[in-house]
């Protein structure tokens, strides 16, 4: 069992070449999960918006993934550093499964559906010309990722934002070689 003192002396958060590393400093909990929040946040939503169909959710499953995020944290248990974004997605992603079964939220959205999605999630503060260059570039895959199936999709973006295999397998719940072949069939759909 840890003290208050020990508690209290949670790792930080840095992100350096899109990694997250944390470092021992002592820190109080509400700074320690400002620090994940304003460095999670975005990928997260945008995991949660473009994966689960709906923008407006995804930003309250977002805010309660921090949530969960601190209450954790102050029950004093601890997340080792490595592990703190795959724990963030994970919880993320069975939040949006919990919704599912109340609400369902997450459904598979057609080719159009999934554009829309895609075109609403928000670019991280970028200037309406790169923006507009952005969307040029990566017309093809948007095209190229509406014909995934719903795990596919989910498999390729948490690949993208730079998940191993097993963390992806244990964020969706399923196996590592599932992860491989969700993988494999997505970027064959997406070569053609």
């Not at 003192?5 to 021992?24: G, K, P, V």
């Not at 109340?102 to 080719?111: C, E, M, N, W």
């Amino acid at each position: 069992m840890r003290t208050k003192t020990e508690a209290s002396t949670q790792a930080t958060i840095t992100a350096q070449s899109s990694l997250l590393f944390l470092t021992q400093e002592p820190m109080d909990l509400e700074q320690n999960v400002i620090r994940a929040y304003e460095t999670l946040r975005t990928p997260v939503y945008q995991y949660l918006a473009a994966t689960f169909g709906d923008p407006v959710e995804a930003e309250d499953l977002a805010q309660e993934t921090f949530l969960r995020l601190y209450v954790y944290w102050a029950s004093g248990k601890t997340i080792a550093g490595d592990r703190l974004r795959s724990w963030i997605f994970r919880v993320a992603h069975n939040l949006a499964i919990d919704q599912t079964r109340s609400t369902k939220f997450i459904q598979d959205l057609a080719s159009e559906e999934y554009r829309a999605v895609v075109l609403q999630v928000p670019d991280g503060g970028r200037d309406p010309e790169e923006t507009l260059l952005d969307r040029e570039r990566f017309s093809a895959v948007r095209n190229g990722l509406a014909l995934l199936s719903g795990q596919e999709r989910r498999c390729l973006h948490l690949r993208a934002e730079g998940f191993c295999y097993r963390e992806i397998a244990e964020i969706l719940n399923i196996t590592s070689s599932s992860v491989a072949e969700f993988l494999r069939r997505a970027m064959r759909k997406m070569a053609r």
